[in-house]
């Protein structure tokens, strides 16, 4: 189940700058149980977001407010991978899955839709906060800050690389914590190594394919990426 998850949910990573934890981290817990799918993906998907980052490096003069973001996002990484062993995932998947519906239901209502530089530069570190805490707690940021960068409009290798950024920074946090509260135990290593021999197949193999979308065939990508993201939160919060 690591091997299947971590090289679907790489594949679509790939592709569209998210959606690695959010395939593997519902999967794995199916059979491990949640605490133990956050620590198992944390290393391949910091490895992932680290080399889909610097593939784009080429587009970050493109980008905005990643500083803000990624400031607030370390301290919320922090905050949530702590509360991860204190409180139960149920609330934080679906007030994430909520936060998603909404923002489909005014992009459908209003295609054009967009943030203001000034509205994004006010709200962003509150949106990194929250994203981190995600990221930290069930080590899922993907749908807050895809949704966020959705709506500024950016050029699909700035959209990349936005996206890839701020995970990679949250996600190493993340790691660092795990590591020092002694969560990485053997059993889950060997689980960690499994999912990155997925990663490093499925990666190059997405590359290829997100060559031939471009415009509006990415965006829809990346929104039904984010349908099936709400859908499957708000099913893994009830089951």
Known sequence: MVL???GLGALIK??????????????????????DAVVIIAIPNLAANA?????????????R??????????VGAVIGTIALVNLPEQPFLIVLALSILLFLFQFIR???FSFSPAFTRRWSPAV????????GAIGVSGP?????????????????????????????????ILLGQ?????????????????????????????????????????????VVSAVALIFDALS
């Open 14 to 35: 790939s592709v569209t700058g998210l959606g690695y934890p959010l395939i593997a981290v519902p999967l794995i817990s199916l059979v491990l149980g949640i605490e």
């Open 4 to 6: 299947l998850a971590s």
């Open 182 to 226: 002694g969560q990485m135990t053997p059993d889950r290593l060997v689980g960690a190594v499994v999912a990155s021999v997925a990663v490093a197949v499925a990666t190059p193999i997405g590359l290829r394919l997100r060559k031939r979308l471009a415009g509006p065939s990415f965006e829809k990508l990346v929104l039904l990426t984010l």
């Open 51 to 63: 080399f889909l980052c610097w593939e784009s490096r080429d587009a970050q003069a493109q980008t």
């Open 110 to 112: 209003k295609p054009e």
């Open 65 to 74: 407010d990643l500083g803000r973001l990624c400031g607030l996002g370390v």
């Open 128 to 135: 990194g906060l929250l994203a981190g805490a995600m990221q």
């Open 144 to 176: 807050i800050v895809a949704t966020w960068f959705h709506s500024y409009r950016l050029p699909a290798r700035a959209y990349i690389h936005s996206l890839t950024f701020m995970f990679g920074v949250t996600g190493a946090v993340q790691l660092v």
